[in-house]
């Protein structure tokens, strides 16, 4: 019944949203559509200023709900991500982060972006929020970075959900490493309208329904940020993730769609001989975004991965 009225709701919203685009501007509309996306999972945008300066934008839900769920996007990505399955996450209180570097959040430049810097500023805005125990999920660079924090500070992470995480360099290379390594072209970034609608396309083999015009508003933000993300995306490649986590016992739930052209599901074996405390669901006909693409069944996995933990 649950999903019924989901289902319903993005109806209405469609609708909403055409009803905009005609109305407003088409950027005002794209912020109607992406803002309306967002109530449906109760997520509200909030914002942190760490004491060096740096402001963190991330959205919050469930606020009473007594289990803290942190879900940290891939690169490239922002908190919006998320909001195709926070309706599915309910009984959770959500915390959803632009990371620094990308987003709403701060941008500096020549900053240092590596996954222990990430990890350190994300410690002190779950600090500031006034959350210590949680669980913490994370995609692609959102997975390397949630695997770094839980290695940083053990005692805060008592799960972790990884979506085709990334920083397993000796895994087999996929499509995109194979490429870039070939040609030095990054084709997870935009220079142009039509690079990002490739970048969609290449990310997902069954993307979410999103309008061209909210597509258009996302993809320029991208263009804006492309130059950092070639300093973020170089300070990633240099960082040594299999080392850093190697028997690390934290619970986790694997997920990989296999058929990730981004990070090869090859990595799954890889993973699995690094934590000794792992479950792993593999995909049919998921691409790279398993929460963007299958987001009930995603979640509904989750869901039954986190009750079957003991209670701490």
């Known amino acids: 019944m649950k999903i019924v009225k989901y289902l319903l709701v993005l109806v209405i919203l469609a609708v909403a949203a055409s009803a905009a685009a005609i109305h407003f501007a088409p950027a005002q509309a794209?912020?109607?559509?992406?803002?309306?996306?967002?109530?449906?999972?109760?997520?509200?945008?909030?914002?942190?200023?760490?004491?060096?300066?740096?402001?963190?934008?991330?959205?919050?839900?469930?606020?009473?709900?007594?289990?803290?769920?942190?879900?940290?996007?891939?690169?490239?990505?922002?908190?919006?991500?998320?909001?195709?399955?926070?309706?599915?996450?309910?009984?959770?209180?959500l915390i959803v982060p632009d990371h620094i570097g990308f987003g709403d959040s701060s941008k500096?430049?020549?900053?240092?972006?590596?996954?222990?810097?990430?990890?350190?500023?994300?410690?002190?805005?779950?600090?500031?929020?006034?959350?210590?125990?949680?669980?913490?999920?994370?995609?692609?660079?959102?997975?390397?970075?949630?695997?770094t924090y839980a290695a940083m500070y053990p005692n805060q992470v008592q799960s972790l959900w990884l979506l085709d995480p990334g920083g397993f360099w000796s895994a087999p290379k996929?499509?995109?490493?194979?490429?870039?390594?070939?040609?030095?072209?990054?084709?997870?970034?935009?220079?142009?309208?039509?690079?990002?609608?490739?970048?969609?396309?290449?990310?997902?083999?069954?993307?979410?329904?999103?309008?061209?015009?909210?597509?258009?508003?996302?993809?320029?933000?991208?263009?804006?940020?492309?130059a950092l993300e070639q300093q973020i995306f170089k300070q990633l490649g240099e960082d040594q993730l299999e080392a850093r986590i190697k028997g690390m016992p934290v619970p986790a739930l694997l997920v990989w769609g296999k058929e990730d052209r981004v990070l090869s599901a090859g990595a799954v074996p890889v993973v699995e001989s690094l934590l000794p405390n792992v479950k792993t669901v593999l995909m049919d006909g998921i691409g790279h975004l398993p929460m963007l693409e299958a987001p009930y069944q995603t979640a509904t996995d989750l869901k039954e991965f986190l009750a079957l933990l003991p209670e701490s």
């Not at 109530?39 to 060096?52: A, V």
């Not at 300066?53 to 998320?82: I, Q």
């Not at 994300?122 to 210590?132: C, F, P, Q, R, S």
């Open 108 to 147: 500096p430049q020549n900053a240092d972006y590596t996954p222990p810097a990430q990890a350190a500023r994300l410690h002190e805005l779950l600090g500031k929020i006034g959350v210590n125990t949680f669980s913490m999920g994370g995609s692609s660079m959102g997975g390397h970075i949630a695997l």
């Open 30 to 93: 794209a912020d109607f559509l992406v803002d309306l996306k967002r109530k449906i999972g109760g997520l509200e945008t909030k914002e942190m200023t760490l004491d060096n300066g740096l402001t963190y934008v991330y959205m919050e839900a469930n606020a009473d709900k007594a289990e803290t769920l942190v879900l940290l996007h891939g690169f490239g990505a922002d908190k919006d991500n998320f909001t195709e399955v926070a309706p599915y996450l309910r009984d959770y209180h």
């Open 174 to 226: 996929s499509e995109f490493l194979l490429h870039f390594e070939e040609t030095g072209e990054n084709i997870l970034s935009a220079r142009t309208l039509k690079e990002f609608h490739g970048v969609f396309d290449f990310v997902m083999s069954k993307p979410p329904f999103v309008p061209g015009f909210v597509l258009d508003q996302k993809a320029q933000s991208r263009i804006d940020n492309y």
